[in-house]
């Protein structure tokens, strides 16, 4: 089954209502062997607050070094979202492969009058897929309320809930107290529970949980575990203090609000649940790490400045009174309100617990469930708003926003996390330049994309000068492929009809059907004149290499790196310079050689190599900067550790080298207030696990996927994107074979509109092609080659002279070819 056929039967189930109940998902997990035997799990239930829970719940545990699985709704994008594994999407094969498993049994429970819903296969298929890649623990968030959910179909270590408002009370309760009833129903027997409660709610926790002979954990204010909100450190990080009963921690969050300091304490207090329930280890190094690495989209995200553009998921009164609060806590002289919510929700509420704005902008995300804009608009014009728009979509309400505000000002969209998707889809978009020498590289690439088999057909044989993927909501797809065909070229659109997640178009003509598209799309609304732009400014990339006013040397030709690695452990050249004047001297012979940048590291990354200290490793590399901080050549620090960089950098380096993608928060802070370029590394483990397989659909299409959040971290942080360069990370958690695709489609990667490196010397990869350690300078500068010519802005390499020779090689042909076409 193709992931197209899977994703339309999946949304197809969403026409099926809700109906409380375990017994379906109970039927559906015993028709793949029961996998829920075969996991632990922490279940986190709540009106607000519990998916910011599970995600630094998940994120601590990851720190702590255990294989963790995190369960959350809704999804911003894709489905895939929802399931996740030490951060990385379900796989669409694994998709796939449970629907094609579970189809004939789904099938016949829906024709008996008996279907299941789409929360409850999508909750079958993140247990299945965890038991079968064998996590150690798996966080699930609760969807709608806690007994009868689809989650509680498992039985759970330890559980929580996070807070009670009065919520869905048509199927919750209509008291405080009958909600909290029905969360608190999932504390497993005998167990701790954890929950941030108060009042009333409280003692009805107290009494589920005494039921079945447990005991509760709360939080709060003179509880067991007790937050405190420190206060906002810098635009998207604030500090809490948690006091438990073992330990004090003090953390950064990347999250604004006092809220979040309950959320953080909540957290810690699962973990420690489950390390006194089964064993499992913390400390508060970990916790501290897991806190701050806790990235939750969506959730107040400031994901510009000057003027702020915040997004948050706040659904309900309560959540937008709490919006307000954080928001007060930002220096701002305007504020601009995008505002679209679902049908069912309480709007007179919501809009009287927002600060009031001096803008307003309704509009209608693309569901069905969302509001019409005009009767939001009524509610903003009851509650005393002035100066009240609406916006056919969501696109257009922002631009309108943009359009009013001044740097000074902050721009609010809020209503309904399916609002905040469509914004963050707008800002985050990638398009990507595909490479497509022949018919049989476009078949490939079409089935990739999901299209059908006549699509298939047609396609590659229109494939011309330039080839765009991206992805657009289903309505963009249709203005889009119309308006492309009409420009001359051709346009295919992926296999996925319902609106569920966004449609994947490829986008094939010549520069002049690509010309004539941008200039008819920039007349349209819906976003369209922003993803012109985009497109647009791949095309000309791609036709014209542009140079930047930073005066690096990949600004304008293929860089070449030199690698000085003064290690006694690294895989190519260990122990050959630890010795300064060894160090200084294969420095000045790099330089000679043809070096733009010396790139210099104290820790080897290869596959079984033992960490060192900071100390140890700024004893190694800064004596060695400080030697040859005169050459005429770039400096650059290969380190993974944020006071390890700082002391480079002081010591005369002015590039950071980051081979974990800046998974340290304070490099990334440590960068932005330098302001030096940063290279942002694809890598799933650091030092290589070289028993780990992951399960990549596409290896380029992935790997640029989760590189696109690396990137918006580190903009969020103060990072220009200019001064961004990213590498896909060659045989760092990939095989020889995929490490090959990186390489051939190295072009690619411009999509995340950054310089792009590629790192390949002497690696592993060779020796798919027959090439031992010993043998590989050969296939090196081949690769070097390649990536060059495939559009590489910096190539990183032990042997200068031999790589420097095939990149002027390159350049000299290209710039050859270019004389004689002008």
Not at 14 to 29: D, I, N, Q, W, Y
Not at 108 to 118: D, E, S, V
Not at 178 to 183: C, D, N, S
Not at 643 to 658: F, Q, S
């Amino acid at each position: 089954m193709d992931y197209y056929e899977a994703a339309n039967f999946l949304f197809d189930l969403r026409r099926f209502s809700v109906r409380p109940g375990t017994a379906s998902v109970t039927e559906l997990l015993a028709e793949v062997d029961n996998p829920q035997d075969d996991v632990k799990f922490i279940q986190i239930a709540g009106s607000n607050g519990k998916g910011s829970t599970a995600r630094m719940t998940e994120s601590i545990l990851r720190e702590s070094g255990y294989t963790v699985g995190l369960y959350t709704s809704p999804h911003l994008e894709t489905v895939r979202e929802r399931i996740r594994i030490d951060g990385r999407m379900i796989s669409k094969g694994a998709i796939s492969e449970f629907i094609d498993r579970t189809r004939p049994f789904l099938i016949k429970r829906a024709a008996a009058g008996n279907p299941l819903t789409f929360f409850e296969v999508v909750t079958a298929m993140g247990i299945w897929y965890f038991a079968r890649e064998g996590v150690d623990v798996a966080v699930l968030e609760v969807g709608l309320g806690g007994e009868y959910d689809a989650t509680s179909a498992v039985d759970p270590l330890c559980g929580c809930v996070t807070n009670v408002t009065l919520e869905h009370t048509g199927v919750l309760g209509e008291t405080i107290e009958e909600i909290a009833r029905t969360k608190a129903k999932i504390a497993p027997p005998n167990q701790p529970f954890v929950t941030g409660t108060t009042g009333e709610a409280l003692a009805v926790v107290r009494s589920v949980v005494e039921e079945v002979n447990g005991s509760v954990v709360t939080v709060g204010e003179g509880s067991e575990v007790s937050p405190t909100y420190n206060g906002r450190v810098n635009h998207i990080e604030s500090e809490v203090t948690i006091e438990t009963e073992r330990q004090t921690i003090t953390s950064q969050i990347p999250q604004l609000g006092a809220h979040q300091a309950t959320n953080a304490a909540l957290a810690v207090a699962l973990v420690e649940q489950l390390e006194a329930i089964a064993g499992f280890e913390s400390s508060s190094e970990t916790i501290e790490r897991g806190l701050r690495n806790a990235h939750w989209p969506g959730r107040f995200e400031v994901v510009e400045q000057q003027p702020f553009l915040i997004l948050d998921g706040a659904h309900n009164p309560a959540a937008c009174e709490t919006l307000g609060e954080t928001l007060s806590t930002l220096s701002y002289e305007n504020l601009h309100l995008v505002f679209g919510a679902m049908h069912d929700k309480d709007h007179d509420e919501m809009v009287g617990a927002l600060p009031k704005a001096d803008t307003v902008v309704t509009c209608e995300p693309n569901l069905d469930r969302a509001e019409d804009p005009a009767v939001l608009a009524e509610v903003f014009g009851a509650a005393g708003a002035e100066d009240v728009a609406t916006a056919g979509t969501v696109s257009d309400a922002l631009a309108t926003a943009r359009s009013k505000a001044n740097e000074r000002d902050c721009i609010l969209l809020t209503g309904s996390l399916f609002l905040v998707a469509e914004v963050r889809t707008e800002i985050t978009r990638t398009a990507t330049e595909k490479r497509v020498p022949n018919q049989e590289r476009a078949q490939q690439l079409l089935s990739h994309a999901e299209m059908d088999t006549e699509t298939i057909d047609r396609f590659a044989k229109q494939t011309t000068h330039h080839t765009i993927e991206l992805t657009v909501s289903h309505r963009q797809a249709a203005i889009i492929s119309e308006s492309m065909v009409r420009a001359g070229g051709d346009c295919a659109v992926s296999g996925v009809t319902t609106t569920g997640e966004l449609q994947t178009i490829l986008l094939t003509g010549s520069t002049a059907a690509f010309t004539k598209l941008n200039e008819a799309l920039q007349k349209q609304s819906a976003g369209l004149s922003s993803i012109a732009d985009i497109i647009y400014g791949q095309i000309r990339r791609s036709d014209a290499r542009s140079a930047a006013d930073n005066d690096y040397p990949w600004d304008t030709q293929t860089a070449i790196m030199g690698i000085l690695n003064v290690t006694p452990d690294s895989f190519h050249d260990g122990g050959e310079y630890v010795d300064l004047e060894a160090a200084k001297e294969q420095a000045e012979s790099l330089c000679a050689a043809g070096a733009d940048i010396i790139d210099i590291g104290g820790e080897s990354t290869r596959p079984g190599a033992e960490p060192v200290s900071v100390e140890t490793e700024i004893d190694r590399i800064v004596p060695v900067i400080a030697a040859i901080s005169e050459l005429d050549v770039h400096i650059s620090v290969d380190t993974r550790k944020a006071a390890v960089a700082e002391a480079a950098l002081d010591a005369g380096a002015d590039i950071i080298n980051d081979v974990t993608g800046l998974e340290d928060p304070q490099m990334r802070v440590l960068a932005a207030e330098r302001d030096v370029p940063v290279i942002i590394m694809h890598s799933i483990d650091t030092p290589v696990d070289p028993d780990r397989i992951i399960d990549y659909d596409d290896v380029v299409a992935d790997v640029i996927n989760e590189l696109r959040e690396r990137v918006l971290l580190a903009e969020k942080a103060g990072i220009q994107r200019e001064k961004l360069i990213v590498d896909p990370g060659l045989g760092f958690g990939k095989t020889a074979e995929e490490s090959f695709a990186l390489l051939n489609r190295i072009g690619e990667f411009h999509a995340l509109g950054c310089p792009v490196l590629v790192g390949h010397s002497h690696k592993s990869m060779f020796g798919h092609i027959d090439r031992d350690a010993a043998d590989r300078l050969a296939a090196t500068i081949a690769a070097t080659a390649l990536a060059t010519d495939r559009g590489a802005d910096v190539i990183r390499v032990h042997d200068v002279d031999e790589n420097r020779a095939a990149v002027d090689v390159i350049h000299a042909a290209n710039n050859a070819g270019a004389d004689i076409d002008s």
